[in-house]
């Protein structure tokens, strides 16, 4: 079978029984890799696409979803997302989709909107992606921060603030010698006595996934546009707050939380942060070190 078939049977695209052949797809974000099934060949392009540099169905999966097609119900569609832990069992909620899965077995189901409500799209699944993670994270030492995110000389650097504040703007005007891990939703795990910060999918105003690389935290930059580029010390109080307030976390479960809480007090006595006052132009990037 020619490369180009094989492609187009894998996608379900090689004859009519294939057209309904429904296939998994493996996302491996920092090392954990989440694994859904029953994926409709169109759905299939769509996270491909989507997830580009991300997908990777040899790796071994850490987490099941069953993928499964239900009309929304119209009165909930504006309904913000609740994400609770009971009986053994976490569970998502949301006016557009539902998913739980088991915290022992890690196995699960997603049901998000048929068509023609949103046909083909990976808003459901981008949401559980970024629950998943947050949770395993919070439990093994580690969180999704609102910030962008890039390795320079083996080192990462993260670069957080409120929205506006330049993070799409410092990414764009990154270097040659800058490698992009994200420009919206950086990913830090725990690594020995220090931090690792890792490629994510999840883009902001870029519209694209950042590099599937890894290094070492080296330091974090409070963002803050100025009429200079200058950086100044923060006390650690202010470190911490900062860092709490831009953690993605969307359940309170309250051993979560104090795990949490744990590992920003751990993260800011081991990686050094600053202000750091820029403005928008080339010379920016000439302090970060």
């Known amino acids: 079978m020619s490369t180009s078939a094989a492609a187009s049977l894998r996608r379900g695209k090689g004859n009519r ?26 759905f299939q392009t769509v996270l491909e696409d989507r997830y580009a540099g991300f997908v990777n169905d040899s790796a071994v999966p850490q987490f099941h979803f069953d993928v499964e097609s239900a009309s929304p119900q119209t009165r909930d569609l504006d309904k913000d997302v609740a994400v609770t ?15 739980n899965w088991d915290v022992q077995t ?37 969180f999704l921060l609102h ?6 000389g083996n080192r990462a650097f993260l670069f957080t603030g409120v929205s506006g504040a330049g993070k799409t703007t410092l ?13 919206e939703i950086s990913y830090v795990r725990r690594e020995g006595t220090g931090f690792r910060a890792y490629g994510t999918p999840f883009a902001g105003e870029l519209a694209r996934p950042g590099e599937n690389l890894s290094a070492p935290v080296a330091g974090v930059y409070l963002l803050d546009k100025g009429p200079e580029c200058r950086l100044e010390s923060v006390d650690p109080s202010t470190a911490v707050r900062a860092l709490l307030r ?12 104090h795990r949490l809480f744990e590992t920003a007090m751990s993260f800011i006595s081991r990686v050094q942060v600053r ?15």
């Not at 048929?114 to 949770?135: F, K, M």
């Not at 202000?275 to 070190?289: K, M, Q, S, Y």
Request: hydrophobic share 40%.
């Open 171 to 183: 990414t764009r005007l990154a270097p040659p010698d800058v490698q992009i891990l994200t420009d």
């Open 147 to 152: 910030a962008a995110s890039a390795i320079r």
């Open 106 to 142: 890690r196995r699960g189901r997603v049901r998000q909107p048929a068509r023609p409500y949103a046909p083909y799209t990976p808003y459901a699944i981008d949401t559980l992606l970024r629950i998943v993670h947050s949770i395993d994270l919070a439990g093994d030492g580690g």
């Open 275 to 289: 202000r750091f006052v820029f403005t928008p132009d080339e010379r920016a990037w000439g302090l970060i070190e």
């Open 246 to 257: 831009n953690i993605l976390f969307l359940t309170r479960d309250s051993e979560l939380v």
């Open 17 to 42: 029984a294939g057209t309904c052949l429904k296939r998994d797809v493996t996302i491996e974000i920092g090392g954990l890799s989440v694994r859904l099934h029953k994926i409709e060949p169109q």
């Open 85 to 99: 832990r009971k009986n053994g069992m976490w569970k998502v909620e949301r006016g557009d989709f539902r998913a």
